[in-house]
């Protein structure tokens, strides 16, 4: 069986300064940083041993990825896979969050505010992703990924796994926020099919898992 741990990146600069950040690219912060070590010692410490690791191809996710293995004891270089990236928001690369937080308040009523925004984004603006597009590309990687080992690693981006446990068909009715940076996403291969564990989780990989979303 394939466990593979999907890993958000430790906090950039550009998260620093509230920028929305999808293609475009910055490096971690010092807490960034250290918020990678934190969660390969944990890693350590719960007796993980990768297999195999994965990024997104973004300075952010490369550094937090580097960062983590260091940390966990691995002598891996994780390999960079654009198909890992975070969605692209178009026009509002680097902009201000307050500005997309007024396309999330126009779409309050969807039942799905953040996917509803973004889709009207993507719509509207022909650099943009919708969310569906960025789900199908990390599926892809994920095949990809559950064929390299038995334990993998993924560091990638908030959205990203947000759009693709949806599209594995798990519950993120919990979700009051993103991913909060190193939270963790566990996703199994079961036969045909995948089981998510554990969806954007803070705590600690060596306590029990959320209970399985499917």
């Known amino acids: 069986m394939t466990r593979i741990w999907v890993v958000r990146h430790g906090q ?7 920028r929305m950040q999808g293609w475009s690219d910055a490096p971690l912060t010092p807490l960034g940083r250290d918020q990678a070590t934190a969660r390969g010692t944990d890693f350590a410490a719960a007796g993980i041993r990768f297999d195999a690791a994965f990024s997104g191809d973004g300075l952010r996710h490369r550094e937090t990825a580097a960062g983590l293995l260091r940390a966990a004891g691995s002598d891996l270089v994780a390999d960079a896979d654009a198909r890992w990236r975070e969605i692209s928001f178009g026009a509002l690369e680097g902009a201000s969050a307050r500005r997309f ?14 996917v509803a925004a973004l ?44 759009s693709l446990a949806r599209r594995l068909g798990a519950d993120l009715s919990h979700l009051t926020t993103g991913p909060a940076n190193l939270s963790v996403t566990t996703v199994q291969r079961v036969d045909d099919g995948w089981r998510v564990d554990r969806i954007a989780s803070p705590a600690p990989v060596a306590s029990a898992p959320d209970a399985p979303s499917r």
């Open 101 to 114: 937080f007024r396309l999330l308040e126009a779409h309050r009523s969807a039942e799905n505010p953040l």
């Open 12 to 18: 950039s600069m550009l998260n620093a300064a509230e």
């Open 119 to 162: 889709d009207d984004l993507a719509a509207h603006d022909p650099l943009a992703e919708s969310p569906g597009a960025v789900a199908e590309r990390a599926l892809d990687a994920l095949h990809e990924a559950s064929g390299a080992g038995s334990e993998v690693l993924v560091v990638t981006s908030g959205i990203t796994i947000m």
